[in-house]
T-cell receptor
């Protein structure tokens, strides 16, 4: 069945450093979504990418969808303490949305 | 955010108890989901409902029994649970099952089985 792998599982950075999480699907996706879950909170939708090679930006966050529509990345420039949380990618296959395991980001102020 | 609500927020139950988790969405969505979140499996899909019909049961033990009486409400009935069932149970909804629709999550029910 469809699998979505996300790396790294954990990432600790100093405030101000950059952060990147990668998402890889075993099958071609129709779209990929990204969610953020703050500590003690619930996943909240960030963005959706649909087109091959698409790049979208939200302030310091840059999202990319691979040319083959099987991988994606989220890059945060100059992290801030408010970026702490777990970032999930979710790949939309033919039948359902499959979530990756998430990358938990912690930041040293 | 009050689009998806869940009650109770915290629940402690013994292995012989019967309890129910409730989820309500106020977004006019047609699809609803139950997820289990634990340290071992961060977001594990349990059940999917589309237009009140169950479309997926992800090999969930029978001690978990979902119910969707209408498109706004979703329940998860629990009985004779095991300690390993302790987790955060998240409900989510989306506009439809098929298509490129994001999911809206509720705050979750933190379940502890003693």
């Amino acid at each position: 069945g469809q699998q979505v792998m996300q790396i790294p599982q954990y990432q600790h950075v100093q405030e101000g450093e950059d952060f990147t999480t990668y998402c890889n699907s075993s099958t071609t996706l129709s779209n990929i979504q990204w969610y953020k879950q703050r500590p003690g909170g619930h996943p909240v939708f960030l963005i959706q990418l649909v087109k091959s090679g698409e790049v979208k930006k939200q302030k310091r966050l840059t999202f990319q969808f691979g040319e083959a529509k099987k991988n994606s990345s989220l890059h945060i420039t100059a992290t801030q303490t408010t970026d702490v949380g777990t970032y999930f990618c979710a790949g939309q296959g033919a039948q359902k949305l499959v979530f990756g395991q998430g990358t938990r980001l912690t930041i040293n102020p | 955010e009050t689009g998806v609500t869940q009650t109770p927020r915290h629940l402690v139950m013994g292995m012989t108890n019967k309890k129910s988790l409730k989820c309500e969405q106020h977004l006019g969505h047609n699809a609803m989901y139950w997820y289990k979140q634990s340290a071992k499996k961060p977001l594990e899909l349990m059940f999917v409902y589309s237009l009140e019909e169950r479309v997926e049961n992800n090999s969930v033990p029978s001690r978990f029994s979902p119910e969707c009486p209408n498109s706004s409400h979703l329940f998860l009935h629990l009985h004779t649970l095991q300690p390993e069932d302790s987790a955060l149970y998240l409900c989510a909804s989306s506009q439809a099952l098929q298509g490129s629709y994001e999911q809206y999550f509720g705050p979750g029910t933190r379940l502890t089985v003693t």
